[in-house]
């Protein structure tokens, strides 16, 4: 069965700190990508997609994600982030070729200390 | 984007009794997803359902324990059956189009305990 890997549970970083989260994905075929957030207290959000193109796709609020097909993965990336960036953060993926399955990852969660 | 809006926002409910959750989109669209996410993990897709047709469930997940209807393009029910502790959870609904590949829209989520 697919899956998506996320492989930073929870993440401590000072205002300023640049940010990676990783998100892998087990099956090569057609995917659409995505990255969701959720603050505190709120419901889920999306934060950016992918769905062909450019690989370097740009969200919200300075995030940013880099499509690589040959190492199934869409990583999450901001190079200075806010207190404000603290949330939870999921990745997901869509396959829309085989039956529109959609899985999300385990989630990471950020915490931003000022 | 759509805004959502779920009932009840949360519940406590007895072992063996069931709940029926709603989800209410401002605008009519295509597909609704229902998702479970259970304490500390990811969220789960239950079942897509489609206006005018029967839900499609994933594996895990069988009619009888959580029907669903979609009587309209703005509305869905799930409902959790004959519940039991397990299905303590966060239930999540979500509207999607194919026109946009499918980028989803949440609602707040439904906090259900069973006890």
């Known amino acids: 069965a697919q899956s998506v890997s996320q492989h930073n549970h929870h993440v401590i970083l000072s205002e300023a700190a640049s940010l990676e989260l990783g998100c892998n994905y087990s099956?090569?075929?057609?995917?659409?990508l995505f990255w969701y957030v959720q603050y505190p207290g709120q419901h889920l959000q999306l934060l950016l997609k992918?769905?062909?193109?450019?690989?370097l796709v740009k969200g919200i609020k300075g995030f940013e994600a880099e499509f690589i097909k040959s190492k199934f993965s869409f990583n999450l990336r901001k190079p200075s982030v806010q207190w404000s960036d603290t949330a939870e953060y999921f990745c997901?993926?869509?396959?829309?070729?085989?039956?529109?399955?959609?899985?999300f990852g385990t989630g990471t969660s950020l915490t931003v200390i000022p | 984007s759509a805004v959502i809006s779920q009932k009840p926002s949360r519940d406590i409910c007895q072992r063996g009794t069931s709940l029926t959750i709603q989800c209410q989109v401002d605008?009519?669209?295509?597909?609704m997803f229902w998702y479970r996410q259970q304490p500390g993990q990811s969220l789960t897709l239950i079942a897509t359902?489609?206006?005018?047709?029967?839900?499609?469930?994933e594996s895990g997940f069988v009619i009888d324990k959580f029907p669903i209807s979609r009587p309209n393009l703005t509305f869905s029910t799930l409902t959790v059956s004959n519940m039991s502790p397990e299905d303590s959870s966060i239930y999540l609904c979500?509207?999607?189009?194919?026109?946009?590949?499918?980028?989803?829209?949440f609602g707040p989520g439904t906090r259900l305990t069973v006890t």
């Open positions: 979500s509207v999607g189009e194919a026109s946009s590949s499918y980028e989803q829209y």
């Open positions: 359902a489609n206006q005018g047709s029967e839900a499609t469930y």
């Open positions: 605008s009519q669209v295509t597909m």
């Open positions: 099956y090569g075929g057609t995917v659409n």
């Open positions: 992918y769905f062909s193109g450019d690989p």
């Open positions: 997901a993926v869509h396959y829309p070729n085989t039956g529109n399955q959609f899985y």
